[in-house]
């Protein structure tokens, strides 16, 4: 399964997915890495591969609507059955929604629908709740408001800030985001408006990640 990963900062989930991919563990194929940002670590990673990166900043482009249909075009052009946005801190628009309908996937540090949008694991902090987590959905018009696939949880611990309880979340999306991508690759995710997990499982597969599409998973 071709997919084309978007990421604008250091890439620790494509290097995930990467390994996953080299370890026989993520049955798809990174045809290529988009950035808005010519600076993202995430480039340097998949160049050291020998995967194909381009870059299409803003900065480029008059407004927002043409900088997406640039985007749209240029992702398009490597013909991925699946946009995986990995640390991609722009909102794709309505060329991006309509050229990959149903088919952009996202990873978001937190268990989605709570705290949305942007410093998910510092509003989870100040929230004082005691479980967060990851979430991976499908991408639709809004924020971080798409149907979800999958999430894990993990703890906070009472002396967590922001930055640590992050460092936690991210070894869980590390774990999810490849076993989702080849969860979907295996056919056991049907995609959609209202997508679902058709592979084995029961309520008693998994406490912490559900559906249980990680490797390690009971
Ligand atoms: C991740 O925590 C992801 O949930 C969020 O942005 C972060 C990207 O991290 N959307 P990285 O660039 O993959 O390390």
Known sequence: MNVVVLASGRGSNLRAVLEAVEAG?????????????????????????????????????????AWDEALAHLVLSFEPRLVVLAGFMR???????????????????????AFPGMDAPLQAVRARVSLSGCTVHIVDAGVDTGPILAQAAVPILPDDDAESLHAR????????LPGVLDAIARGLFELGDTPRFVGPCSSDDAMLAWPPVLPSAP
Not at 27 to 46: H, I, K, Q
Not at 169 to 176: K, P, S, T
């Open 169 to 176: 979340i991210q070894r869980a999306e590390h774990r999810l």
């Open 25 to 65: 563990r993520c049955g798809v194929s990174v045809t290529a890495v988009v950035s808005d940002r010519e600076s993202a670590a995430a480039l340097e990673l998949a160049q050291a591969r020998g995967i194909d990166t381009r870059v299409v900043s803003p900065k480029g482009y008059r407004d927002r609507a």
């Open 91 to 113: 909102i794709v628009g309505p060329s991006m929604l309509a050229a990959f309908p149903g088919r952009i996937i996202n990873v978001h540090p937190a268990l989605l629908p």
